[in-house]
């Protein structure tokens, strides 16, 4: 199983919460600009941006942002925008039926259950572009308050019912949060806010103040009392973010092997004198997951087909009389 090095975000919050700003700290970023974000992001944190006005033009800025080996990630501000063109995209292209009909379109000139299908399948398919490049993609979304019960929900404000699908594509999604003059961003999802955590990534991390009262940028120092000099939070998010991946992959390797070597010396086990050597065996493996319970059940299952006893109190086993 390798690792996989690009990852997919999203970063979502109220107006003026810093999300943009905070998306742009990502490594080497270039931004898509649909909403005319850029302009609120201030002008020590700018990178380099492409104005994108329709979604034809996503595919011209993707051919150009191929080209650079230097461009290690993909902003998108914002999310909902993007899915607007696309919407739009498919309105001027529709799938007509053989009456002429288009089939992505309700009477009312809204997208229609097949219209929404062809909406993720852009989004998948523009992912998937990204993603292969080996970039990174952030996105930027605003937020939304949705009644669940007697309960209320914040959650992306991505459009249609189909946002739910096209969140589960995503490997981490950020709340960004104000708390008096504090900002936090959370990918640990609660009875407030959506988020998605697929990496066992910390709770609330603090966003760093990175401008003075004046608007001067200001160095800071992280957690790990390191002093950064720029806007690079999101460069740390992500290395955390594949630290803990790789961590994963190489425990999920692990399993599998112990796993495998578990199954085959349970199935030589002829008699007791093999039960316990098994035994002794297992007990000094350095246990993972459930693999100490696959022994026991390994264990009971040959015990009971080779009738074979087990002392209470020295738990070792003895063939039948």
Wanted: aromatic letters at 8%.
């Amino acid at each position: 199983m390798q690792p996989k090095y690009a990852i997919s975000a999203l970063i979502y919050g109220s107006p003026g919460s810093g999300k943009s700003t905070l998306a742009c700290s990502s490594p080497n970023a270039v931004l898509l600009d649909y909403d005319g974000g850029a302009t609120r992001i201030h002008g020590a944190h700018q990178i380099p941006t492409l104005q994108v006005s329709s979604w034809e033009q996503t595919q011209e800025a993707l051919n150009e942002i191929k080209q650079s080996s230097e461009i290690q990630t993909v902003v998108i501000d914002t999310i909902g925008k993007m899915l607007a063109f696309m919407e739009d995209y498919i309105k001027r292209y529709p799938t007509k039926s053989k009456s002429g009909s288009p089939i992505e379109m309700n009477r009312d000139g809204s997208l229609s259950m097949k219209g929404f299908g062809r909406r993720k399948q852009m989004f998948l398919d523009f992912l998937k572009q990204v993603l292969v490049m080996g970039k990174h993609v952030v996105f930027v979304g605003h937020d939304k308050e949705e009644k669940r019960g007697e309960d209320i929900i914040i959650r992306p404000e991505v459009g249609g019912s189909s946002a739910n699908d096209l969140m589960k594509e995503l490997d981490l999604v950020g709340y960004v949060e104000m708390v008096g003059d504090k900002r936090t961003i959370s990918f640990t999802p609660c009875e407030k806010y959506y988020a998605k955590n697929t990496c066992n990534m910390p709770g609330k991390i603090e966003i760093p103040i990175i401008l003075d009262q004046s608007g001067k940028p200001i160095p800071y120092t992280d957690s790990n009392g390191v002093e950064h000099e720029s806007n690079d939070f999101m460069v740390g998010v992500i290395a955390a973010y594949q630290q803990r991946q790789a961590q994963n992959i190489a425990q999920t390797t692990e399993y599998e092997r112990l796993c495998a070597e578990i199954e085959e010396k349970a199935a030589q086990i002829q008699n007791a004198k093999d039960a316990n050597d098994f035994r002794a065996w297992a007990l000094e493996q350095k246990h993972i997951f459930n693999t100490a319970v696959k022994v026991k059940l390994a264990l009971a299952a040959k015990a009971k087909e080779l009738n074979l006893t087990q002392n209470k109190s020295t738990k070792e086993y003895a063939d039948p009389e």
